[in-house]
């Protein structure tokens, strides 16, 4: 029974293990900032490349795009972002804080007891100039969503790509919101990653369109180790619809905090490129050749956080466990995602070990992202190994400088095997993609 991973011990694990760091911590930390350490940057580089596999290299009606952060602000206008981008704040007219309307009950703030105003409309997107006159001309947006990026971009990509519909574009970047409740570590952030499909159909085709996004998308987490029961997903009633959306489902994660967002899948049908047509002066609509008709394309938009991927994955791996009576953290991350494959610890720091250990992470480093640790007891060091997920340590012996054999340990089932050095990449290879493999006729070849 996996142990249910509380939002603290999961802060502490990535910071002690270099997941996770606050922003700018040697100047106490900047509200809802985080960096990502030595070893959150490979499993936050691993969602993103599960991701981009799955959306954009496995399929032929996608293809990606890498857009600017600042676009032009008319882009904003058309989107509806500078209107509807807004949430309803209350500020106390004593200590002057900011509340989101809806989080505050009564008229006192919950801080000092002041009078609240009236709730005003406050706009989330982050406001920049651009070159060196602070005016109004000059004001430019740190986008709050890639998506904008993809829409203007639209005719370029048909164009150039010479696909026809459905197609998507996908696209994985930062995103800035200033967000008045950030919180819950890296679940809402004011700058995070996004992972954007905009998937352009024919109309009359979304609604069934729609549904299949929703389906890959849950497989997509359950392929990559999130246990089913800890998903589910929930169709936005009218009033939670986005300015923009006709119809939208969340796929929603039992967080430590409880069930919240994961990912929207949102029919965006015409509103965009309807909008970015209107206020460019440029006709976006899209001449479907079998059809003989001329429409501008709907959107089903799946739209993905990256950092709250991260933290969905990190909750689902986290288990503690009894081994021989001790206690142990291991993270079970699916292969694919551990962001370190094999660990190479020699049994201690031996001058005959090291020369051998060192040769084996030579092998193994231009194929697996493959640590070499020999420092501390061999246990610590497999247990540090578990803490971030690492799913093979292969040990170095006395033995091995023998018979050049090693011993691989799966971090999941603690079971062991010795492998002839010269079979490792191809047993390992084999073991990370899942494949059942049988190392007897490796003893056979020894034993001859
Ligand atoms: N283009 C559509 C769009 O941005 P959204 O529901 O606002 O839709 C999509 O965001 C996903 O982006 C969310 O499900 C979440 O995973 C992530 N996300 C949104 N705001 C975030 C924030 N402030 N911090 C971290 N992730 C966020």
Same mark, same amino acid.
């Given at each position: 029974m996996a142990a249910k991973a509380d939002m603290e011990k999961i802060v502490s694990l990535c910071k002690r293990r270099g997941f996770i760091f606050p922003s700018s911590e040697i100047y106490g930390g900047l509200s809802s900032c985080w960096d990502y350490g030595p070893i959150g940057v490979e499993l936050k580089r691993n969602v993103k490349e599960a991701w981009w596999r799955a959306i954009v290299l496995e399929r032929d009606d996608v293809v990606g795009l890498d857009t600017a952060i600042m676009m032009h602000p008319r882009v904003w206008a058309a989107s509806g972002h500078i209107d509807s981008f807004t949430d309803p704040l209350v500020e106390c007219k004593s200590c002057h804080l900011r509340w989101r309307a809806d989080a505050v009950e009564g008229t006192k703030c919950p801080k000092c007891g002041g009078e609240l105003t009236e709730p005003r409309m406050f706009n989330m997107m982050f406001k920049t100039f651009m070159g060196p006159v602070e005016e109004e001309a000059s004001i430019v947006y740190l986008r709050p969503e890639t998506a904008q990026g993809i829409f203007v971009n639209f005719e370029n990509v048909v164009t150039t790509s010479r696909k026809k519909l459905p197609l998507g574009i996908a696209q994985i970047g930062k995103?800035?919101?200033?967000e008045i409740t950030p919180g819950n570590f890296i679940f809402r952030t004011r700058e995070f990653e996004h992972m954007e499909l905009e998937f352009f159909v024919k109309p009359g085709t979304d609604k069934d369109w729609l549904d299949y996004w929703v389906k890959e998308r849950f497989e997509w987490y359950v392929k990559l180790g999130i246990k089913k029961e800890n998903l589910r997903v929930r169709q936005h009633g009218k009033d939670e619809l986005a300015h923009y959306a006709k119809?939208?489902?969340d796929i929603e994660y039992l967080f430590p905090m409880g069930w +919240? &967002?994961? &990912?929207?899948?949102?029919n965006r049908g015409d509103f965009d490129l309807t909008q970015h047509s209107k206020h460019s002066g440029k006709d976006l609509s899209y001449y479907d050749a079998e059809a003989g008709q001329k429409y501008i394309p709907y959107v089903i938009e799946p739209s993905a956080g990256v950092d709250r991927s991260v933290l +969905?994955?990190? +909750?689902? +791996?986290?288990? &503690?466990e009894e081994v021989q009576g001790e206690k142990r953290t291991?993270? *079970?991350? *699916?292969?694919f995602l551990a962001p370190i494959k094999v660990a190479v610890l020699p049994l201690s720091r031996n001058e005959k070990l090291v020369p051998l250990a060192k040769e084996v992470f030579k092998r193994l480093c231009s194929t697996f992202v493959t640590d070499y640790d020999d420092s501390q007891s061999i246990g610590r060091r497999y247990r540090r190994q578990d803490e971030i997920g690492t799913p093979y340590c292969v040990t170095i012996d006395f033995e091995s400088l023998e018979d050049r054999q090693v011993t691989i340990r799966d971090r999941d089932t603690l079971a062991q095997i010795r492998v002839p050095i010269e079979h490792l990449e191809k047993v390992l290879e084999a073991k990370l993609k899942g494949e059942a493999f049988d190392a007897s006729p490796l003893w056979a070849t020894r034993q001859k």
């Open positions: 995103s800035f919101r200033n119809d939208c489902y +919240a &967002e994961l &990912e929207g899948i949102a +969905a994955f990190l +909750a689902d +791996a986290y288990d &503690e291991v993270l *079970h991350l *699916h292969p």
